[in-house]
Each structure stands twice: as structure tokens, then as C-alpha cells.
């Protein structure tokens, strides 16, 4: 299938660091997030994953270095969105919620009920649309935030854990969609705990530890021929903090 080019890519991080008083939760990071397949964040827990997320879409501002989108330093777009860790719903329907995300896209009013169908069907939550958001099962909640970061239109989808709530019929739904979005042309940049997740939905892999990028490779040679001792360590369960 042909890729639209994706405008504002890639995400370079050049020697990136990001403290929190005295420690720093990214060290001197440097990235290159480019154009095609998933790009997947591993890493044990604390090893900076989500401060990378939150880093690479701007909500973080590096202490040092330099962030770049499509060689820009100025241009964060706006046609990007970050799925959280822990997403939080409005205290309305689940309809109301992905309305308000199309309300502050722009997109146009007459759309939006079209769109709303749309947006459910495609994330599996047919026929959830009257449901009070917050009543709604965490893999639920995690669909709908889904179908949420979609309804804006993104160019660069962001993903912090989104299966890991999941059973495994909704992990393997959310991981469809997650395909689908991406053949689309939407770049994903994702992370997880689950290495068989990584191993079906990359493009490359980046393991994290300690803040730092160990390893960035393609997910074949990854899986098949790791570099460092700490990607064979994580790899056979054994990289802890
Ligand atoms: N604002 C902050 N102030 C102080 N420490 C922070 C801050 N944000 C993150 N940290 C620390 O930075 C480290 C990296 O956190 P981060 O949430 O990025 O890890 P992670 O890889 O996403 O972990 P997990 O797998 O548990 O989600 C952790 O030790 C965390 O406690
Ligand atoms: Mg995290």
C-alpha cells in the first residue's frame, strides 16, 4: 500500500536530556523517528518511556539538546495527539467525548454524528455511543480515548501502553486498528511491555533503560541479533531498574 507522506517528520532528538531536579529521566538521547512502520518504545519501568512521549510531541520541553520535527525546531504541528497511560473521560457519553474532540479539531459541525459512527465502528465500540464514558470497562476506556486521538485527524499518533489494560480479544482489536491507522499513513510512535506486541507492530525498536537509548534497530534485527548485553538481558526477562 502507498504512504502518504507525512509532513513534519522525522522527530529528531539531538542529544536530548530532561531532568527532574537533580536526576535526569532522559540522558542525552539521540533519535531519529522517521516516516513508515511503528516505531515501538520498550523499556523497563522508570526507564523513561512516557517522558519520551511526552517529550517528542512538546508537552516537555528538553533541559538540554535540541528537538527537531521535519528539521524544524520551531514547528511542533498541531496535527498530533497522545493517547495516555491513563486516558480521562469527560463526564458525559462516550459520543459527547469524541465530540468534543472533533469540536476542537475545527472540524465542521456537520460532520461530527457521522464521524462519531464512524470513529466507534472503527475502534470496535459499535453501538457504545450513549454509554456514560466513565462507567466504561479500562479496555473500553482505552478504545474510545482511541478513537478520540483518530477523531482529530493527526498526522503523528502517540501511544503510551495502549493495549495494557487489555484482554486479549481487545488487544488484538486495538493492535487491528493500530495496523490500519498506520498503513494509512499515520506514523505511531508506541510504547509496551509486551514484546510479542512490539515483535507484530514494528517497524523499529528503541529500548530504553536508565533514561537512555540503548538500542534502535529494525524489529527483525532486533529480535534475532540484539547488540548490547541489556537488550539480551531485557529481551530474556532479566534488565531490571
Ligand atoms: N516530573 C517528574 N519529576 C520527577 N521524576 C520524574 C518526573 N517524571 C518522570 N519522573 C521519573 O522519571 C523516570 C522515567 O519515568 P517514565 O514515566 O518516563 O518511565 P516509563 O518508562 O514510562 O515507565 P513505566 O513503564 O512504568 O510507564 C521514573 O523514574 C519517574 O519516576
Ligand atoms: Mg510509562
Known sequence: MMRAPVANLPIAFEEVSVEAGAR?????????????????????????????????MGLLPPSRGRLTWGGQETGVPAKRALLFQRPVMLRRSAAANIRYALRSAGIPRNEHNARIEQLLDQVGLDGFGERPARRMS?????????????AREPTVL???????????????AVEEVIRTVAEGG?????????LGEARRLAG??????????????PVSVFFR???TPEASAFLAGELLL
Open 204 to 217: 523499529d525498536v528503541v529500548l530504553l533503560h536508565r533514561g537512555r537509548v540503548i538500542e534502535h534497530a
Open 186 to 194: 499515520i506514523k505511531i510512535v508506541m510504547s509496551t511491555h509486551d
Open 24 to 56: 535526569m529521566i532522559l540522558d542525552r538521547v539521540r533519535l531519529t523517528i522517521s516516516a513508515g512502520p511503528p516505531t515501538i518504545l520498550i523499556g523497563p519501568n522508570g526507564s523513561g518511556k512516557t517522558t519520551l512521549l511526552r517529550t517528542a
Open 225 to 227: 541479533a540484539p547488540q
Open 138 to 150: 479500562n479496555g473500553e476506556q482505552q478504545r474510545l480515548a482511541l478513537a478520540r486521538a483518530l
Open 158 to 172: 502517540f501511544l503510551d501502553e495502549p493495549t495494557a489494560s487489555l484482554d486479549p480479544a481487545a488487544t488484538k
